[in-house]
């Protein structure tokens, strides 16, 4: 990573950034198939990276408003909490079979996911280091 | 009731159980019971359903009239934060270029395994068809989650509830999650696992962890909107639901 002396836009400009992007974001997301169905944030992150690593827009236009974000998205999430009263006749009848089995599924999303990936980056670090020490028996040789 | 239908009051609820809920996991230290998340979400039900009492309508009413308009404010964050985790990940293009064929294969097949596992606990503790089908998208954000479960012919408001708990559980039990399996030696399946299963806000807590785990944690909310929209009505066709 490098480490630049640069300072970050004023915060009114970064949030025109945002709203500008959320807003092609949001046309992306409605022209989507309704079988196909692709929400404004997720065409909305794409779309930012995809202008970052082009480098139409610098970090630093949007680095510090994302971060300040990004810290309160706990306390964004309240609402989604909370809107759990509106379902409470569904929990009263299977809530609790139905809070098992979430609990379970992100634990299960967690560790299966985390350990599958372990797993596949094993067999292509086997795969492509086998591949290394036929082409490049010569320097590995040296290094010992 | 006229005075808390102001949009203000759903504001003022919501910062003040999170604040509670802050202040209460300080003084304990961080006891993984008091998440502020958590705390606020039973604080502000419990809060709902009292005054559903006191002015003698259901608590879905109280909720609607009374939280929703406040509620809807902030909630509307989420989208603008959501985005922002381009970022993080911009910042390790490095890693993400690197291993774009495990980040890949890691989420495909952990997303499958996932759901095979998720059906045989469901069916373990008795839920029906329709419960089950609302629980297969869970690795997928509440936005793409809730039509692919009705296209499935799932329960959409559970499939709701589900990803919403998703993202409570990581928040309160990531830490020690992350402990007893022993994660975090291998920060690329960390970051993937922490975003397939509690979204944005796993992505939070992963970039906490550190710069990889939040990269790939973004790759994984993108990447499973994608992986879930193809794989889950497959699956549920192929297990016969």
Redesign the interface.
């Known amino acids: 990573?490098k480490k630049e002396k640069t300072k970050s836009a004023p915060i009114l400009v970064q949030m025109f950034i945002?709203?500008a992007?959320?807003f092609v974001?949001q046309i992306i997301s409605d022209l989507m198939p309704?079988?196909?169905?692709?929400?404004?944030?997720?065409i909305?992150?794409?779309?930012?990276?995809v202008l970052?690593?082009f480098h139409v827009i610098k970090?630093e236009w949007?680095?510090s408003?994302?971060?300040a974000?990004?810290?309160?998205?706990?306390?964004?999430?309240?609402?989604?909490?909370?809107?759990?009263?509106?379902?409470?006749k569904?929990?009263q009848t299977?809530g609790l079979?139905?809070?098992?089995?979430?609990?379970?599924?992100?634990?299960?999303?967690?560790?299966?996911?985390?350990?599958?990936?372990?797993f596949?980056?094993w067999v292509?670090s086997k795969v492509t280091n086998s591949q290394l020490h036929v082409v490049d028996h010569k320097k590995v040789g040296d290094v010992k | 009731m006229q005075y808390i239908t102001n949009p203000l009051f759903?504001v003022f609820?919501?910062?003040i159980?999170?604040l509670i809920g802050q202040w209460l996991f300080k003084k304990s230290k961080g006891f993984f019971l008091f998440q502020?998340?958590?705390v606020?979400?039973v604080l502000?039900?419990a809060i709902?359903?009292i005054l559903a009492k006191c002015f003698d309508v259901t608590?879905?009413t109280?909720?609607?009239k009374a939280?929703?308009p406040g509620?809807?404010i902030?909630?509307w964050?989420?989208?603008?934060?959501?985005?922002?985790?381009?970022?993080?990940?911009?910042?390790r293009?490095d890693v993400v270029k690197k291993?774009w064929?495990?980040?890949l294969?890691?989420?495909v097949?952990?997303?499958l395994?996932?759901m095979v596992?998720?059906t045989l606990?469901?069916k373990a503790?008795?839920?029906d068809a329709v419960?089950i089908k609302s629980?297969l998208s869970?690795?997928a954000?509440?936005?793409?989650a809730m039509?692919?479960t009705k296209?499935i012919g799932g329960?959409a408001?559970?499939t709701?509830?589900?990803c919403?708990?998703?993202?409570?559980?990581?928040?309160a039990?990531g830490k020690q999650?992350v402990k007893w399996?022993n994660?975090n030696s291998?920060p690329?399946?960390?970051g993937?696992?922490?975003g397939?299963?509690?979204h944005?806000?796993?992505s939070?807590f992963a970039?906490e962890m550190g710069s990889i785990q939040g990269a790939t944690a973004?790759v994984?909310?993108?990447a499973t909107?994608?992986v879930d929209?193809l794989l889950v009505p497959v699956f549920a066709h192929v297990i016969g639901l």
């Not at chain 2, 919403?164 to 928040?171: G, P, Q, S, T």
């Open positions: 990573m945002y709203a992007i959320l974001a309704k079988s196909f169905p692709v929400p404004t944030p997720v909305g992150l794409v779309l930012l990276y970052l690593t970090v949007v680095d408003f994302g971060s974000l990004i810290s309160l998205i706990g306390f964004m999430f309240v609402p989604s909490g909370i809107s759990l009263a509106a379902n409470l569904i929990m299977q079979q139905l809070i098992i089995v979430v609990i379970a599924s992100t634990i299960i999303l967690l560790v299966v996911t985390a350990y599958t990936t372990r596949f980056s292509i | 759903g609820l919501s910062l159980v999170f502020p998340l958590f606020a979400m502000g039900i709902l359903i608590t879905a109280v909720y609607a939280y929703k509620g809807d902030i909630f964050f989420i989208t603008p934060a959501t985005i922002a985790f381009a970022v993080p990940l911009y910042k293009n291993n064929l495990v980040i294969l890691g989420l097949f952990g997303t395994f996932s596992l998720i606990v469901a503790v008795g839920l419960g629980m869970q690795s954000t509440t936005a793409v039509p692919l296209a329960n408001s559970v709701a509830m589900a919403i708990l998703n993202a409570v559980v990581i928040y039990l999650l399996f994660l291998d690329l399946g960390t993937l696992g922490l397939a299963a509690g944005t806000i796993g939070a970039l973004a994984a909310v993108v909107a994608l929209n």
